[in-house]
């Protein structure tokens, strides 16, 4: 039983067909999914979702870095009430995008800490996102986030950030669709990090890994990154599914 630790199944790309997304990923073994929000109405969304299939679908409540303008004190305060409900296991997804940059560097900076101090304070694990951030995330990290634990998400660094990453004791990698591409140093990277710290996901609806040619990714192709991970580290799929999921068990207390 695999569990994709980050799609987001709330957004309208799963309108039409959301139940039967959910339905078909769970019959293939993929029983657990992880929804991170990515804005006070995602959030929600995530969270309402979890609530309509408890045991399969949790959430995250948070402000992605492309959205922190939006981040305020009454969105915090909501946040805030929302990731107190039992369905929600984590903050997230936040982070800083300095690719895209759709909010200014120094919003995006408060607004990490913000949710830093947040899973501080709930004892939830964080779900953060890096694009072209890595010196700053890990900045932020060392001055104010000792002793929390979560995931960078769907990692896409080098080696060395890798090593960066796993210097914060309670943090974990998470591999998505791009392990499954040419052109990168994910396989390195996926051969040296300890497989008790990592994790996969789809980040649905994006990332569809190869060789699939969909124009969406879902939960059920999550299966194809942990198939490349398990090539990578000699592994057998039953494995790398045993190994992942305890990982996201014990970190999302799933
Ligand atoms: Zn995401």
Redesign the pocket.
Known sequence: MLVDS?A?IDTPRFDDDREAVIQRAVAEGITRIVD?G?DLPSSQAALALAKAHPGTVFAGVGV?PHDATTYNEIVAAQLRELAQEPEVVAIG?FGLDYFRMLSPRDVQRAVFCAHLELARELHLPC?I?VRDSHEDVIELLRSHGQGLRGVF??FSGTVAQAEECLSFEGFMLSFAGPLTKQGNELPDVARMVPLERVLVET?SP?LVPKPLKARRNEPLFVRHTAEKLAEIRGLSLEEVTTITTANAVRLFGL
């Open positions: 980050h987001h991170p990515c992605h997804e779900i996102h998400h769907c980040d994006y």
